[in-house]
T-cell receptor
Framework: GAGVSQTPSNKVTEKGKYVELRCDPISGHTALYWYRQSLGQGPEFLIYFQGTGAADDSGLPNDRFFAVRPEGSVSTLKIQRTERGDSAVYLC????????????FGPGTRLTVL | KQEVTQIPAALSVPEGENLVLNCSFT??????LQWFRQDPGKGLTSLLLIQSSQREQTSGRLNASLDKSSGRSTLYIAASQPGDSATYLC???????????FGTGTRLTVIP
């Protein structure tokens, strides 16, 4: 079956612009996670959704970052007034439910802020 | 906050060698520990998952061990192959949490 997909695969934007990154989880997975991976680092947790609600957004670095999952499936990570320090690979993962251990990761979106 | 460390940061071995990758974590109150593989430009592939009550897990040429009390895990790769070349990431899930805390990874190169 289809895995987690993310679009776009690459996004180049200018400092100060607004960007949206999309994640399509595995069909039927109720839990969805966003992580950010900077060069040479491991992924860092941003936000976790259970269904439509953000169950844990403690990893969002500041209020320029926001994520939604209005119908409990596709999620969009939104970044306002982008800064050069936002450049990273943004990874999305999904799992069958919050209690299921295995998180399945998408290929990521590489964001470059010039 | 949980901190996960992986040593070495990079490793280069000739094909056929057995090797060990190390992972340590600061908070022993974990739910489970996972080892992932990451290829350039691609997402993460889960290799092995060890529950907090388990000591080890095996899959093919891979064996992962967990010593929760000392905050350590190892990934053993037997008879390494060039196709094993990738970055290996260790991640722990804290008790009562849903997100994963990752190490910085070990970049493995297996030379033919």
């Amino acid at each position: 079956g289809a895995g987690v997909s993310q679009t776009p695969s690459n996004k180049v934007t200018e400092k100060g612009k607004y960007v949206e990154l999309r994640c399509d989880p595995i069909s039927g997975h109720t839990a969805l996670y966003w992580y950010r991976q900077s060069l040479g680092q491991g992924p860092e947790f941003l936000i976790y959704f259970q269904g439509t609600g953000a169950a844990d957004d403690s990893g969002l670095p500041n209020d320029r970052f926001f994520a939604v999952r209005p119908e409990g499936s596709v999620s969009t990570l939104k970044i306002q007034r982008t800064e050069r320090g936002d450049s990273a690979v943004y990874l999305c993962a999904s799992s069958l439910d919050a209690g299921t251990d295995t998180q399945y990761f998408g290929p990521g979106t590489r964001l470059t802020v010039l | 906050k949980q901190e996960v460390t992986q040593i070495p940061a990079a490793l280069s071995v000739p094909e056929g060698e057995n090797l060990v990758l190390n992972c340590s974590f600061t908070d022993s109150a974990i739910y489970n520990l996972q080892w992932f593989r990451q290829d350039p430009g691609k997402g993460l592939t889960s290799l092995l998952l060890i529950q907090s009550s388990q000591r080890e897990q095996t899959s093919g040429r891979l064996n992962a061990s967990l010593d929760k009390s000392s905050g350590r895990s190892t990934l053993y790769i037997a008879a390494s192959q060039p196709g094993d070349s990738a970055t290996y990431l260790c991640a722990v899930r804290g008790a009562g949490a849903n997100n994963l805390f990752f190490g910085t990874g070990t970049r493995l190169t297996v030379i033919p």
